[in-house]
């Protein structure tokens, strides 16, 4: 009998720690709720690296909250990116976001993106000298102006340039390279 005590320690310990990603999760959703998306978003940054841990609605949550954190420190372009991954995670597992939350996604993400592509002229766009768009992988790809974005070099606009004079003036996972805040 004494054999199975230590599988029957093993598998409660394997549970609890599920239980403390969805702990970091619940306790990141406060501090968004709480208005401390400062908060929020340093425990959605640490437990970016178990995302795999947690269930596809529980990441879709995970998206959802990053998303809306960035959107109230005003990080319009992160905001973007993470409200997008929020609605393709709803969209695989339909009730992973309630309705409300669904609602503030859409009109969100309706809105970054008319900001962010609605308004743009063709100069904006970087062009190959043959008329086509420059492609590239990573924003190492794209001159010091510009980012990778859906694989095509595209001007930083003024939103999405933030001076910096090290990595600790920029936001989340970006890195200061050459004086601005850019994704790694």
């Given at each position: ?43 959605l940054e640490v437990l970016e690296i178990d995302i795999d841990s947690l269930s596809p609605a529980e990441r879709a949550q995970y998206a959802y909250y990053r998303g809306m954190s ?64 420059k492609k590239c992988k990573t924003n190492d790809d794209c001159s010091d102006d510009e980012f990778c974005d859906s694989n095509s070099c595209t001007k930083l606009s003024d939103d ?25």
């Amino acid at each position: 009998m004494s054999w199975k005590r230590p599988g029957v320690i093993c598998l409660g310990i394997a549970l609890a720690g599920c239980a403390t990603h969805r702990d970091d999760l619940d306790r990141a959703a406060n501090h968004y709720k709480n208005n401390e998306p400062e908060r929020a978003l340093v425990l959605l940054e640490v437990l970016e690296i178990d995302i795999d841990s947690l269930s596809p609605a529980e990441r879709a949550q995970y998206a959802y909250y990053r998303g809306m954190s960035y959107l109230r420190l005003k990080q319009r372009r992160n905001a973007r990116h993470w409200l997008g991954r929020a609605d393709a995670r709803e969209k695989q597992n339909k009730g992973s976001l309630s309705n409300d939350e669904n609602s503030r996604v859409a009109e969100t993400l309706k809105e970054l993106n008319e900001e962010r592509y609605g308004g743009r002229s063709a100069a904006d766009k970087t062009v190959e000298p043959g008329g086509e768009q420059k492609k590239c992988k990573t924003n190492d790809d794209c001159s010091d102006d510009e980012f990778c974005d859906s694989n095509s070099c595209t001007k930083l606009s003024d939103d999405d340039k933030k001076s910096c004079k090290n990595d600790s003036d920029c936001a989340g996972s970006e890195l200061c390279e050459k004086g601005s805040c850019v994704a790694p």
